[in-house]
């Protein structure tokens, strides 16, 4: 006639024991405004550099010179995009991609006047996710949350980071 009454209690107390833990939204980063001069530049560099490219036969290296800055001038002229971070006790969500525990190695939550949560992965891609948390009540929530479940371990961002930055990225 169907299940057990024990069974059904069993898995609906399981879906029910899962932590909703804390969430919040944050953009990709500060949006920085560049003059039209400033896009001329860069076309006007990578135009060279590819010209340059070709007259000494690396018609490739031209290629690969153009896409890569012109691709770098996409991605400073859009605006930041909006991610919805969640920390739970299965992992750390950032728009539907899930990154379990047992893939991460630390974290550590810097408070100072932006504060940040830094998280080394396993990964090869994403070895550091540098996630900004918003205000300092929510920092130490997520510090006093995390320490259950990772090792805290203090970090300082990569040098690519703060190249992201200076760019605007």
């Excluded at 990154?99 to 080394?120: A, I, K, Q």
Aim: glycine share 10%.
């Amino acid at each position: 006639m169907g299940y057990p009454v024990s069974v059904f209690l069993c898995v609906y107390n399981r879906s029910m024991a899962e932590d909703s833990g804390i969430s919040w939204r944050v953009d990709t980063h500060e949006h920085q405004e560049y003059s039209n001069d400033w896009y001329w530049g860069l076309g006007l560099i990578a135009a060279a550099g590819a010209g340059l490219a070709v007259f000494f036969g690396n018609a490739l290296f031209a290629v690969i010179l153009l896409l890569g800055l012109g691709s770098f001038g996409v991605l400073i002229a859009r605006g930041p995009r909006e991610h919805e971070v969640r920390v739970t006790s299965r992992g750390l969500h950032m728009d539907g991609t899930l990154y379990r525990w047992s893939g991460v190695d630390s974290f550590w939550v810097e408070e100072n006047r932006e504060p940040h949560l830094l998280v080394t992965t396993q990964g090869i891609l994403h070895p550091q996710l540098i996630i900004p948390i918003g205000d300092i009540n929510r920092a130490r929530n997520v510090r006093e949350y995390l320490r259950r479940i990772v090792k805290e371990e203090e970090q300082e961002p990569h040098l690519g980071h703060h190249v992201a930055q200076m760019f605007g990225l």
